[in-house]
């Protein structure tokens, strides 16, 4: 062979190896992005790096990994990203947080954070939910370091791969006015950029307002992957029309179940008299070995006590007459509703529940004492010495109020009731009696009333030390 031939030969060999290098590059690169399927929560505990995690749909328990491992659910998603190859300029990604890197103050119109990426050439994109603040710093281009400065509260993380084609993750976050702190159109003319450039989208970077007439969204999508879940999106726009506690307002009538949410010592007091009960979670809550209070908690997480079997992440606590934006993303899975469920301990629920009723049937007697205190210094004057037939009248229809309330009260309200019967029966029957009479049997009257009335008032007395003892609890 000749020298030419052979040098031809070597340079074309070259040229292929050269070629198949380059191809391997960026394939390395599209399928390093968004390589795997996730539907991942991951529980940071405060002040470490420790953290929990389910993984999978298999999974029955929590499983310990420090957050900043290699292998960390949080490390593997985010390092697509930061550690792509050379097509990292077209991956498209969005990143919002009320707080953000840098920021000195939070955002005052909402609370969301978290961030959305994908590539056109896997088909899928990535919804990464998040508490934490100042988070993801896109600076810093190792997901192991994100967190070395911000370890001092526990936060939650939750991961769900979607169809980048699906669109319906940006129009719920358009309703929870997120502050948007990081974006990238992909560089080259792809599928992911057309979707980039798609008109929820748009309308999200954006900032276009809702135009919506009930300032709701509600809607149900599914993640990818050979098993996936039904992902289930609760947002609302904030205005005047769309206003106050959001949980009982909006999330759970459209969850159609009552929640428990994790509140710590909330403002509000569990709601149970609607449909749907909004139960409070007061904690402090246990997994494994840690032991966490939402004093040190960044997460707020709520589960379906009744229905479909519902876990829900947010960043929206509950308030009472808030005008803020808010959603939350809520997924079908049986096992991280079950965790977090047990979560929920009944025991606190129980201990709650005793207290309530302690406190209601001393409220039943100050709403009697209120009422006999009305009755008698307004309708009977001067006991009954000069409006003897009206005052009796009066009674009367207090004694059907006392007896409708003794049939749902205690024991010793029902004794009350009896006593209080006993009395008016008695004046009753002497409506009749000769003036002469009145005065003896009017102060007999009197005196039995006038010890119902300390008995009631020793009672409030005990429901004030009820009180002592839950604000101490």
């Known amino acids: 062979m000749k020298s030419e031939d052979i040098q031809m030969k070597y340079y074309g060999i070259e040229l292929i190896i050269e070629l198949l290098r380059t191809l391997k590059i960026k394939m390395v690169g599209y399928l390093k992005f968004m390589k795997m399927n996730f539907r991942t929560v991951q529980y940071k505990m405060k ?22 491992n290699a292998n960390s659910p949080m490390v593997l998603t985010l390092d697509q990203y930061f550690k792509a190859a050379g097509d990292k300029v077209d991956a498209a990604i969005i990143a919002y947080n009320d707080l953000p890197p840098g920021a000195v103050r939070p955002n005052a119109e909402s609370t969301a954070k978290g961030l959305v990426a994908w590539g ?8 990464y939910v998040h508490t934490m603040h100042k988070f993801p710093d896109f600076k810093i281009a190792d997901a192991s370091l994100l967190l070395d400065d911000l370890i001092e509260k526990a936060a939650l993380f939750m991961c769900l791969t979607i169809d980048y084609k699906n669109t319906a993750w940006a129009k719920a976050l358009l309703f929870e006015k997120p502050l948007i702190y990081f ?28 135009t919506l007439p009930n300032n709701i969204y509600s809607k149900n999508v599914t993640t990818t992957g050979a098993t996936p879940i039904v992902i289930h999106y609760i947002a609302r726009y904030s205005s005047k029309t769309a206003q106050g506690e959001i949980y009982s307002r909006l999330i759970a009538p459209a969850l159609q179940s009552s929640v428990r949410i994790w509140t710590g010592t909330s403002k509000l007091n569990s709601y149970c008299s609607g449909t749907y009960k909004i139960e409070n979670v007061e904690g402090p809550i246990k997994i494994k070995t840690h032991e966490l209070t939402k004093q040190y908690d960044t997460s707020v997480w709520s589960v379906t006590t009744t229905g479909e079997k519902k876990f829900c992440l947010s960043n929206v606590e509950r308030e009472s007459a808030s005008f803020k934006a808010g959603g939350v993303i809520c997924v079908v899975q049986s096992n991280i509703q079950g965790l977090f469920s047990a979560l929920a301990s009944d025991d606190i629920k129980q201990f709650q529940f005793v207290l309530f009723q302690r406190l209601y049937q001393v409220s039943a007697y100050s709403f009697l004492l209120i009422l006999i205190k009305s009755v008698f210094s307004v309708s009977c ?79 409030l007395d005990k429901r004030a030390a009820v009180r002592e003892i839950e604000e101490q609890l």
């Open 47 to 68: 002040d470490n790096v420790d953290s929990y995690i389910i993984t999978n749909t298999a999974a029955a328990d929590w499983r310990d990994i420090a957050i900043n």
């Open 120 to 127: 056109a050439d896997t088909g899928k994109a990535f919804w």
């Open 183 to 210: 974006s990238q159109k992909p560089q080259a003319v792809s599928d992911a950029q057309v979707v980039f450039l798609e008109e929820d989208i748009t309308n999200l970077l954006n900032e276009s307002p809702v």
């Open 381 to 459: 004057g001067s006991w009954f010495h000069t409006q003897y037939p009206h005052c009796i009248q009066e009674l009367h229809k207090f004694r059907l109020h006392a007896n409708s309330l003794g049939q749902a009260r205690s024991t010793r309200s029902s004794l009350f009731t009896q006593s209080l019967t006993q009395t008016l029966d008695v004046m009753a029957t002497k409506s009749k009696v000769e003036a002469s009479f009145l005065p003896k049997k009017l102060d007999l009257g009197k005196r039995r009333l006038d010890r119902l009335l300390e008995e009631l008032n020793q009672l």
